[in-house]
């Protein structure tokens, strides 16, 4: 399985993502090409050029402005989530690229407007800094598509400390915005006494990592380091490796169990919402007769050795239980990726499973399918048959 795993030694922000991952392979003159799709060409320039910090030599990228940009932002201060979204909307970028970015620039106006107390669609991006996070959200966008990678995996976030000027003044290390965004992300914290996460940086992080672990045993086939602007008393500079996983047939977890027979269902309803929001793979309830033949439910939790500490605290604090059963189990998995296919209704995503290298079966993602059926008043039923005639063709190929 191709893997991309991000080392954020000293942290993360776009201009070091972008030169990880021109120096890890993806050409710079296809990321050229794809910004200019942008037509923001009058409004920046991007210098791209071999850089080193204590001796690691990587790629250091800069996005300026250009002079009469400079004029137009003077007059024109503010950008909202809005008319970004628009920009990259309008422009002619592949729908995965547009997606991919939207995704990212929507977790940073959420976390702006929850802390400035603003709806997400009226956010405002100073214009500079606008331009700066266009470009290093969609080339971000653009250089991962461009590497093909099945998983995405990070250490954990190295966020620095002290404080850092910003619009609104001097403000603590890591900012608002960046913590806010990497909620249930691991971080660390005071290696520098800098910023070394920046919300952008965190939005990419946060945005397209599949997993957070120290760094797996990879056939590597290429290293890239990403070159800051500051000097820190550590490299600042963001690695990068692309290379092999083997796909492993046995995954070893943890299950979670508990008897609960004296707690309304409802609040069993909320406690599996927050179990799934702290990362459980799976929650799930077992009709059962207690010892004193009082109805209730075994709670089970199936959840990796990393996030078992937080879905114990959840339990605990949450549920009646004051003990839990604890067991190893392996679990075995099928290689899968997911496909964005067209259909009369718009474009669903597929997962699809493979067995030796042949796909073996393919499900759409129902709440998009819900969300389709919903837009354009037809049978959910119908949707789910638009997905089947777009994936009939394909299911026999190896890779799709």
């Known amino acids: 399985m191709r893997v991309l795993y991000y080392d954020c030694l000293s942290g993360i922000s776009g201009d070091m993502n972008l030169g990880a991952l021109l120096d890890v392979g993806v050409e710079e003159a296809y990321l050229r090409q794809e910004l200019s799709k942008l037509s923001l ?121 002290g404080f850092v000027q910003c619009t609104h003044g001097m403000l603590p290390v890591p900012a608002p915005a960046t913590l806010e965004i990497l909620q249930n992300v691991p971080v660390t914290l005071g290696r520098v006494t800098f910023e070394t996460t920046t919300p952008t940086g965190a939005a990419i992080i946060k945005a397209n990592v599949d997993v957070y672990e120290k760094m797996p045993s990879l056939l590597i086939e290429k290293i890239g380091y990403g070159i800051g602007h ?45 179990l799934f929001e702290a990362g459980a793979k799976d929650v799930y309830t077992t009709a059962i007769t207690t010892k004193k033949n009082r109805l209730g439910v075994k709670l089970s939790v199936l959840v990796s050795q990393q996030k078992e500490a937080k879905a114990m605290e959840i339990i605990f604090a949450e549920t009646s239980s004051i003990g839990l059963r604890r067991s190893l189990v392996h679990k075995i998995m099928l290689e899968r990726e997911m496909k964005r296919v067209g259909t009369p209704f718009g474009e669903i995503s597929v997962k699809c499973v493979f067995l030796q290298g042949k796909m073996l079966k393919y499900k759409a993602e129902y709440e998009e399918c819900k969300q389709a059926a919903l837009k354009h008043n037809v049978p959910i039923l119908k949707i789910y048959e638009s997905v089947t005639m777009a994936m009939k063709d394909k299911k026999d190929d190896s890779k799709i």
């Open 41 to 161: 060409d009058s409004a920046f320039e991007l210098v791209i050029q071999k850089a080193s910090k204590m001796g690691i030599g990587g790629t250091k990228v800069t996005v300026k402005l250009t002079p009469q940009w400079h004029i137009h932002a003077h007059h024109h201060e503010h950008r909202t989530f809005k008319s970004i979204e628009a920009i990259i909307n309008n422009s002619t970028l592949s729908p995965s690229i547009k997606e991919r970015s939207l995704k990212m620039f929507w977790m940073v106006a959420m976390a702006e407007g929850k802390i400035h107390g603003k709806e997400p669609q009226e956010v405002g991006f100073h214009e500079v800094g606008a331009v700066d996070s266009i470009v290093d959200i969609v080339g971000a966008a653009i250089c991962l598509e461009a590497l093909h990678v099945k998983k995405i995996m990070a250490s954990k976030i190295e966020l620095g400390g």
């Open 230 to 274: 500051k000097d820190f008393s550590i490299p600042n500079v963001l690695r990068v490796f692309l290379g092999e996983e083997e796909e492993a047939a046995l995954l070893e977890e943890v299950v979670l169990e508990t008897n609960i027979d004296d707690m309304s269902p409802e609040i069993l309803a909320y406690v599996q919402e927050k």
